[in-house]
């Protein structure tokens, strides 16, 4: 694209060291909005920079919250949980879904109306779900429609009010679909209703919430795949907190795939989240005999594991991912991907239909991607069934279609790629991983940035 940042990618060999990767920006969202609602200022450290991040430290200033950010530290004027008020604009929620979907939770309890507005492609993301549970439970809530897409509901999210005397009811959800920003936005509707929230899901989805919910004294319990909050009785508040945030899993994919299929490639990622919601691509990776190695470093406040990880290169295996694994692990298949790419044999990825509404169409756009590198691949409608085409891999050019996963994921076929590739539109990765192209060439990586 013309005037837009792009990356040339050379194959290259040996990546070595120990870096770190940015702060977990599903935890981090979790954190600022806990933060906020905390009754006084709250220290967040090791703070990630994407632009999701930002989306929603913006939305809550313009809430009223005091948030004040300086060398990955970011402290929060918690206004307690009846603190925030009305914005004066739309509160724009950028790229990121996950600000969007827990800020209708959240939103959804007050006493002042709020329109949430996103980009092109957050508008194109489908927001029944969170839609039609907030409703069914007393919530003013109701999206848009786009032509040609009946039945679905989009941003932008409208809220009116609740008057007095009105509160939220109880809640008893059961989801076709495990989805950890639609459990999310219940538990924190939760937190205002008369009565309790119970979400039943097909199989566990990441539990950051839960787990946060819990450190703060918030009555919550979790039996295998549903969790119930019951607010009666309880306090209603909590107290300030300091927490830290861990590495990115997510984000760790891609620097983890690109020294398990570069060659002579060691490389250390330290203090990363290894809650076991998040670890299905670790597993996948192992399935795959890729040498990957987990070593426990402790646990955080709010209950997360942390640990560092090492990678090396491997003689990767095709391998079937599917099922609850593939829960764990569905914003890393594109990486997921590579790796497949990569190796010998056939790896088939199942029941990933979710990937259809990320910020692109994933599973249409890696079988593009992967096909314009030379891989033999097949799209199925829930997934991919893909050839391994190591050592036979060329270099393409790639619209990255403004997702940041798929950005990245080129990147790092172009690593292993026979001659130059171009990823074209790559500012998109600032939404989770600012720096990207850096901490590569770092490592050793041949990645040249262009644009502005």
């Given at each position: 694209?013309?005037?837009?940042?792009?990356?040339?990618?050379?194959?290259?060999?040996?990546?070595?060291?120990?870096?770190?990767?940015?702060?977990?920006?599903?935890?981090?969202?979790?954190?600022?909005?806990?933060?906020?609602?905390?009754?006084?200022?709250?220290?967040?450290?090791?703070?990630?920079?994407?632009?999701?991040?930002?989306?929603?430290?913006?939305?809550?200033?313009?809430?009223?919250?005091?948030?004040?950010?300086?060398?990955?530290?970011?402290?929060?004027?918690?206004?307690?949980?009846?603190?925030?008020?009305?914005?004066?604009?739309?509160?724009?929620?950028?790229?990121?879904?996950?600000?969007?979907?827990?800020?209708?939770?959240?939103?959804?309890?007050?006493?002042?109306?709020?329109?949430?507005?996103?980009?092109?492609?957050?508008?194109?993301?489908?927001?029944?779900?969170?839609?039609?549970?907030?409703?069914?439970?007393?919530?003013?809530?109701?999206?848009?429609?786009?032509?040609?897409?009946e039945g679905e509901l989009y941003p932008p999210l409208s809220i009116a009010p609740l008057?007095?005397?009105?509160?939220?009811?109880?809640?008893?959800?059961?989801?076709?679909?495990?989805?950890?920003?639609?459990?999310?936005?219940?538990?924190?509707?939760?937190?205002?209703?008369?009565?309790?929230?119970?979400?039943?899901?097909?199989?566990?989805?990441?539990?950051?919430?839960?787990?946060?919910?819990?450190?703060?004294?918030?009555?919550?319990?979790?039996?295998?795949?549903?969790?119930?909050?019951?607010?009666?009785?309880?306090?209603?508040?909590?107290?300030?907190?300091?927490?830290?945030v861990p590495g990115d899993l997510s984000a760790a994919a891609f620097p983890l795939v690109?020294?398990?299929?570069?060659?002579?490639?060691?490389?250390?990622?330290?203090?990363?989240?290894?809650?076991?919601?998040?670890?299905?691509?670790?597993?996948?990776?192992?399935?795959?005999?890729?040498?990957?190695?987990?070593?426990?470093?402790?646990?955080?406040?709010?209950?997360?594991?942390?640990?560092?990880?090492?990678?090396?290169?491997?003689?990767?295996?095709?391998?079937?991912?599917?099922?609850?694994?593939?829960?764990?692990?569905?914003?890393?298949?594109?990486?997921?991907?590579?790796?497949?790419?990569?190796?010998?044999?056939?790896?088939?990825?199942?029941?990933?239909?979710?990937?259809?509404?990320?910020?692109?169409?994933?599973?249409?756009?890696?079988?593009?991607?992967?096909?314009?590198?030379?891989?033999?691949?097949?799209?199925?409608?829930?997934?991919?069934?893909?050839?391994?085409?190591?050592?036979?891999?060329?270099?393409?050019?790639?619209?990255?279609?403004?997702?940041?996963?798929?950005?990245?994921?080129?990147?790092?076929?172009?690593?292993?790629?026979e001659g130059d590739t171009e990823v074209d539109d790559v500012a998109c990765v600032d939404?989770?991983?600012?720096?990207?192209?850096?901490?590569?060439?770092?490592?050793?990586?041949?990645?040249?940035?262009?644009?502005?």
């Open positions: 694209m013309t005037g837009a940042r792009s990356w040339r990618v050379r194959r290259s060999g040996g990546l070595r060291g120990t870096v770190r990767v940015p702060g977990d920006k599903s935890i981090a969202h979790r954190a600022l909005l806990f933060a906020a609602l905390a009754d006084g200022e709250c220290t967040l450290d090791e703070f990630p920079g994407g632009l999701d991040n930002v989306a929603t430290a913006d939305a809550l200033r313009a809430m009223g919250v005091a948030i004040a950010a300086r060398d990955g530290t970011v402290l929060v004027g918690g206004r307690g949980l009846r603190g925030l008020r009305m914005a004066a604009t739309p509160i724009d929620c950028g790229n990121s879904g996950t600000t969007m979907r827990l800020l209708a939770g959240l939103l959804a309890a007050q006493q002042f109306g709020t329109r949430l507005v996103g980009d092109a492609s957050l508008s194109r993301r489908p927001m029944r779900r969170v839609i039609e549970p907030l409703r069914a439970r007393g919530a003013h809530i109701a999206g848009s429609a786009l032509p040609g897409k008057i007095d005397g009105e509160r939220l009811h109880a809640l008893d959800l059961s989801t076709g679909v495990a989805s950890a920003q639609v459990k999310s936005a219940m538990l924190l509707s939760g937190l205002y209703a008369d009565g309790p929230t119970l979400v039943t899901e097909p199989t566990v989805s990441r539990d950051h919430t839960e787990r946060m919910l819990d450190a703060l004294g918030v009555p919550i319990e979790r039996v295998g795949p549903a969790v119930a909050l019951d607010p009666r009785g309880w306090r209603g508040a909590w107290d300030p907190f300091r927490w830290s690109a020294a398990l299929v570069v060659p002579d490639s060691d490389v250390t990622l330290p203090g990363v989240g290894t809650n076991p919601t998040r670890t299905g691509l670790l597993e996948a990776l192992g399935d795959m005999r890729g040498r990957v190695a987990t070593g426990a470093r402790g646990t955080t406040p709010y209950g997360e594991p942390i640990g560092d990880l090492r990678a090396a290169t491997s003689a990767l295996r095709g391998a079937l991912v599917a099922g609850e694994r593939i829960v764990r692990a569905i914003d890393e298949v594109p990486a997921l991907c590579v790796a497949a790419a990569c190796a010998e044999g056939r790896t088939e990825i199942a029941n990933a239909s979710e990937l259809r509404v990320k910020e692109s169409d994933r599973i249409a756009a890696m079988a593009s991607v992967l096909a314009s590198f030379g891989a033999s691949v097949e799209e199925r409608p829930d997934g991919l069934v893909i050839e391994g085409a190591r050592g036979r891999l060329r270099g393409a050019r790639i619209d990255s279609r403004g997702d940041h996963r798929i950005a990245m994921s080129a990147c790092v076929l172009g690593l292993v790629a939404t989770s991983f600012p720096g990207f192209a850096a901490l590569l060439r770092s490592l050793g990586a041949e990645v040249e940035e262009h644009g502005p």
